[in-house]
């Protein structure tokens, strides 16, 4: 070393490598453990709400828990009602919802003039960090009295309202999470479509959409884990009775709303069904996780 | 005859004036080469031939480009002129669909539903763009999966598709290796008894090889044009001299 610099030299010489390198290690660590948080709380869930929720389904019999169609504790626990309302809900919201959001989602991608597209976008954004019991607040000043206005019955707390108002609920998720994946198209399919002398309502449709097909699943997922797992704005307006409905004007009780309004007074078989309702809601929520994986793994295939 | 005349062309992208006074006449079934360096406005002039531009936002143009004697900056339908004159991108960019449904893709958005006749301009597309032989096993796998060069090729062949009486080619080969280059030069020496192309390239080599007329551009103006043998070998303007003999750009 003494030599080199002194005859004006420049040398780098490699060290040998330390034995432990501690802030390498330190940040593995910090990583691992920020990633097991997520992994942690999944099983913690999971584990709770089975081992509280398994008496009740000993109790009443997973066959009838599922599809008995009374829920009158501590004698009945029947769930279909509830099922039905929850997937009705749900699919109802997305029917609507999904149509609506896409089309937003072009709009803002591909037609809206930009000044316009940047007074649309943030009010998308905002309608997604409205609380869930504001928009319970909504759904009984405007939706609910405007059902009993135009279908004339006495209550508007119905299926239907619980139907529009998650409808709205999941439009800013499925919006932002499609806008963004047509925006990250590349330019070039469009450029190639209109080359051709396609239109662009064609291009849009038979190029675009299709290509931001995973992104949009994805968004269309996210948002039916919302509506399936909202709780306070239903409540607030679809009415809760806990029997069968019998057509979308008639008041229903979602799962997740059994769970949280008998949550506070039950005890013993009757608390461990509101866990085993739980059971009920994370297994539907699996099977949409799975229905994605499996959408997008076709994709892939394609 | 010429197939496509630029009169008196200028393209402002807002304050940039990217193309100046062009004037260029381009002659039916040849190759028309644009050449100069990056940024001289060739690729820009390309685009105004099929009126892609009108994509790019605060693009200003005045002056005409008369195709078949119409000019195609009056109120025309700019998909029916689109249909007409083909255009190939630097990048190949096949739509994330099957080999066939690329291909078919421009019939079908014209409506064309007779299935019969959408497979015989598939085939027949594939063979005048020489991938008839390659992919014919496989037409209904996706087009992604294809090589940079059949993904071109495929490129050619969405276009010819369309019947287009002009090609439109912007750096067709710069994405790809030597060979799958070499194919894509044959295959115009093909097209060029079917159709009239203009080409852009950053090859000079390339344009020589290819192109019956070339002009060269320099900072937004046409410096000057003339059949491709004059230009390299007798250049007038000092620029073009400087430039073909690799002095610069």
């Known amino acids: 070393m003494e030599t080199a610099s002194k005859m004006g030299q420049v040398t780098t010489s490699l060290t040998p490598a330390k034995k432990i390198d501690w802030i390498e290690r330190l940040f593995h660590g910090l990583f691992f453990i920020s990633a097991m948080v997520g992994v942690i709380s999944v099983i913690t869930i999971g584990w709770f709400v089975f081992y509280e929720g398994l008496p009740a389904f000993k109790e009443a019999g997973l066959l009838n828990f599922i599809f008995g169609r009374e829920w009158l504790p501590p004698a009945l626990y029947g769930i279909s009602s509830m099922i039905v309302a929850s997937l009705i809900s749900t699919v109802g919201a997305v029917l609507i919802g999904v149509p609506i959001a896409i089309m937003t989602a072009v709009f803002l991608a591909e037609i809206a003039p930009k000044w316009m597209a940047n007074i649309v976008r943030p009010a998308v954004e905002l309608l997604a960090g409205i609380p869930s019991v504001v928009y319970g607040f909504f759904g009984l000043i405007v939706i609910v009295p405007a059902i009993e206005a135009v279908f004339d019955i006495p209550a508007g707390n119905t299926l239907l309202a619980g139907i529009i108002v998650l409808a709205i609920m999941i439009l800013p998720t499925v919006i932002t999470i499609s806008e963004t994946s047509i925006r990250a198209l590349t330019p070039t399919y469009k450029a190639g479509a209109l080359a051709l002398g396609a239109s662009h309502i064609y291009t849009i449709f038979n190029v675009l959409l299709p290509a931001a097909k995973s992104g949009i699943y994805t968004g269309i997922a996210l948002g039916i884990a919302r509506a399936i797992g909202e709780t306070m704005a239903i409540i607030m307006v679809m009415g809760n009775a806990p029997a069968m409905p019998g057509s979308l004007l008639e008041p229903a009780r979602s799962l997740t709303a059994n769970i949280a309004m008998e949550m506070a007074y039950a005890t013993g078989i009757h608390a461990s069904s509101l866990y085993s309702t739980g059971i009920v809601l994370l297994a539907f929520i699996i099977l949409l996780n799975a229905g994605l994986l499996y959408l997008n793994r076709q994709r892939g295939h394609a | ?249």
């Not at chain 2, 993904?151 to 912007?170: G, S």
């Not at chain 2, 994405?175 to 894509?184: C, E, G, M, S």
């Not at chain 2, 007329?213 to 001299?241: I, N």
Request: with cysteine; aromatic share 6%.
């Open chain 2, 1 to 249: 005859m010429n197939k496509l005349e630029v009169n008196n062309l200028n393209l402002f992208y807002g304050e940039n004036h990217a193309l100046k006074d062009i004037s260029l006449p381009i002659p039916a079934k040849q190759v028309t080469a644009l050449i100069g360096p990056s940024g001289c406005g060739k690729s820009t002039l390309l685009r105004t031939l099929n009126r892609m531009n009108d994509l790019v936002e605060g693009v200003k143009i005045e002056g005409d480009v008369m195709f078949e004697g119409e000019n195609i900056y009056a109120d025309i339908d700019v998909k029916q002129l689109r249909m007409r004159v083909g255009m190939v991108f630097q990048k190949p960019n096949p739509f994330p669909m099957s080999i066939y449904d690329n291909v078919a893709f421009g019939l079908k958005a014209q409506g064309e539903k007779d299935k019969e006749l959408i497979s015989e301009v598939v085939e027949e597309s594939l063979r005048s763009a020489a991938l008839w032989d390659e992919v014919k096993e496989r037409l209904h796998t996706p087009a992604m999966g294809l090589s940079g060069g059949q993904q071109q090729r495929l490129c050619i062949a969405r276009a010819i598709a369309m019947k287009p009486e002009v090609i439109l080619m912007d750096e067709p080969t710069s994405a790809l290796d030597p060979i799958a280059t070499h194919k894509i030069e044959e295959l115009m020496d093909e097209l060029r008894k079917k159709f009239t192309i203009v080409i852009v390239t950053h090859s000079m080599n390339q344009a020589k090889r290819i192109s019956d007329k070339t002009a060269f551009f320099w900072m937004g103006e046409l410096v000057e044009h003339a059949d491709t043998d004059t230009l390299f070998q007798h250049p007038v303007d000092s620029r073009t001299q400087g430039y073909v003999s690799g002095e610069f750009g």
